[in-house]
């Protein structure tokens, strides 16, 4: 039997996971194309370093609710799982009730056969006798059903309980989700308030400075790409995967085939190579074993910012593929770009 408000929760992650997909935005309008302009002065550049800094920051808040978001399945598989186990122990308690019989659990809520044998002693003695054997039967058959009766009962007690507790969570969680959604949406809302109260010539050259700026980041991917020593092993299959999608948008949510976020590149090349893992860099952040910066090599996953809201590839060198944040595409990078957090090696 399902929970009141399971299913409206589970709806509203739907709609949830549809309008992070679709938060976009001012990523676009960076990401378009532009005719040649004047460099940006320094106060463009000012607004510049604020916009990116406001798309960082959304996309922290979105791979917050994709952790939410990971940890909304979980917990709804559980609930699920609890939910069958309640059911079923309802089924085993109707059979203990009807083999009781509406007499047998009258006497049982009223403390037990004592009545009944009051009754039976207060007969003909030679009636009691003569029934004697088959009564202690019945009263031993009936002891043993009243106490797995209560047994099942106290069961069933503490897992609508347990129902009860994980219902909470998953409403908490997807508050939590719903939250994070909203935190991204607004940063995404203020870095293009922004953009929008430059002049017309403002906003032709910041975004003449950000096609520029992209352009040669990927193109400097590229070349490094060209460059890499061969990895063998999965570590390798996931990177060679993920060097093919450099020059690939970043939209929140994303997976792939050639939009990505973070978490979704470092989801989908791992799982080129055969490796599982979520869509939440958090998530993956608690699989496979923890290495010192100082031990990193490459197809190591490498995280960032606290807490955890960014995860790339190591490929070596000091440098990381990935998807970076809104208005940015896939590309290689620095790890020293952001506040390193740690590395798994899967």
């Not at 709806?11 to 996971?17: D, E, F, K, Q, Y």
């Not at 935005?25 to 604020?50: I, K, N, T």
């Not at 609930?79 to 659990?105: C, F, H, M, N, W």
């Not at 923890?290 to 910012?305: A, E, T």
Request: charged share 25%.
């Amino acid at each position: 039997m399902a929970t009141p408000g399971y299913r409206a929760i589970r709806s509203r992650t739907a709609l949830t996971a549809t309008a992070l997909s679709a938060y976009l935005g001012f990523s676009l309008v960076l990401a378009a194309p532009v005719e040649a302009a004047p460099p940006p002065s320094a106060r463009l550049l000012e607004v510049q370093a604020r916009v990116i800094d406001l798309q960082n920051q959304a996309a922290s808040a979105a791979e917050g609710a994709q952790e939410a978001k990971v940890r909304l399945a979980q917990l709804n598989q559980t609930l699920a799982g609890v939910q069958e186990k309640a059911a079923k122990q309802r089924s085993e308690l109707d059979v203990i009730r009807k083999s009781l019989g509406s007499i047998a659990l009258e006497q049982y809520k009223s403390s037990g056969l004592g009545q009944s044998l009051q009754l039976l002693f207060s007969s003909n003695p030679r009636a009691y006798l003569a029934s004697a054997g088959d009564l202690d039967s019945l009263t031993r058959r009936r002891s043993i059903e009243l106490r797995r009766y209560e047994a099942a009962t106290q069961k069933l007690r503490q897992t609508t309980l347990l129902v009860s507790d994980k219902a909470k969570l998953v409403r908490a969680t997807q508050q939590r989700l719903e939250a994070q959604a909203r935190a991204a949406n607004a940063k995404l809302a203020e870095a293009e308030k922004i953009f929008k109260s430059l002049k017309a010539s403002e906003r032709k050259a910041l975004l003449a400075a950000q096609r520029r700026a992209e352009a040669n980041d990927i193109a400097s991917s590229r070349a490094t790409a060209k460059n890499l020593k061969n990895t063998s092993g999965r570590a390798g299959v996931a990177i060679r995967y993920a060097l093919a999608q450099i020059g690939d948008r970043y939209v929140f949510g994303a997976a792939g085939m050639r939009t990505w976020d973070c978490s979704g590149l470092t989801m989908r090349a791992f799982a080129s190579a055969g490796v599982s893992l979520p869509h939440s860099s958090r998530a993956q952040f608690q699989y496979g074993k923890k290495i010192p910066r100082s031990q990193l090599r490459p197809g190591d996953l490498v995280f960032f910012k606290h807490p955890i809201s960014h995860v790339g590839i190591y490929i070596g060198n000091g440098k990381m593929i990935h998807a970076p944040r809104p208005g940015s595409r896939v590309k290689i990078a620095p790890i020293d770009q952001m506040r390193y957090a740690g590395a798994v090696r899967l």
